[in-house]
């Protein structure tokens, strides 16, 4: 068996370990650019690019959701090149981290949008907008 080296923070060049690269980096995927800025992971910044992919109708929705899920299969990998972690353990704890804000935040995002569409039905039939 051969001894762990901490090679975290050294750049692309530098080979992330298996242990890092299992798993899909839900922080990555749902907290993108955000993600990236704490974890020095600044390709992140990129979705903000995909939205200029709006203007061409069906591949505006595309590309973003396409970068997301990117950002998810390579943030693991991202971040342990990017970033200096103290150990392995490390490492995942933050991760795990981002991941569970990352799920709180989507989830609630989806719940503030169907009670939003909700509010907004409700007053258009109360106003008759709807019956017109």
Same mark, same amino acid.
């Given at each position: 068996? $051969?001894?762990?080296?901490?090679?975290?923070?050294?750049?692309?060049?530098?080979?992330?370990?298996?242990?890092?690269?299992?798993?899909?980096?839900?922080?990555?995927?749902?907290?993108?650019?955000?993600?990236?800025?704490?974890?020095?992971?600044? /390709?992140?910044?990129?979705?903000?690019?995909?939205?200029?992919?709006?203007?061409?109708?069906?591949?505006?929705?595309?590309?973003?959701?396409?970068?997301? /899920?990117?950002?998810? /299969?390579?943030?693991?990998?991202?971040?342990?090149?990017?970033?200096?972690?103290?150990?392995?353990?490390?490492?995942?704890?933050?991760?795990? $981290?981002?991941?569970?804000?990352? /799920?709180?935040?989507?989830?609630?995002?989806?719940?503030?949008?169907?009670?939003?569409?909700?509010?907004?039905?409700?007053?258009?039939?109360?106003?008759?907008?709807?019956?017109?």
């Amino acid at each position: 068996m $051969t001894e762990f080296v901490n090679n975290s923070g050294q750049g692309p060049q530098s080979a992330a370990p298996a242990e890092v690269l299992i798993g899909f980096n839900w922080g990555a995927c749902f907290l993108n650019w955000i993600w990236g800025l704490g974890n020095k992971s600044y /390709i992140t910044l990129l979705i903000f690019v995909s939205g200029f992919a709006g203007i061409i109708p069906f591949v505006g929705m595309l590309v973003p959701f396409a970068m997301m /899920i990117w950002f998810g /299969i390579k943030g693991n990998e991202w971040a342990w090149q990017n970033k200096q972690w103290d150990s392995l353990e490390h490492f995942h704890s933050v991760q795990k $981290t981002w991941a569970i804000w990352g /799920i709180v935040l989507f989830i609630l995002g989806i719940i503030l949008s169907v009670a939003l569409f909700a509010i907004i039905g409700a007053v258009a039939l109360s106003s008759g907008a709807l019956n017109k």
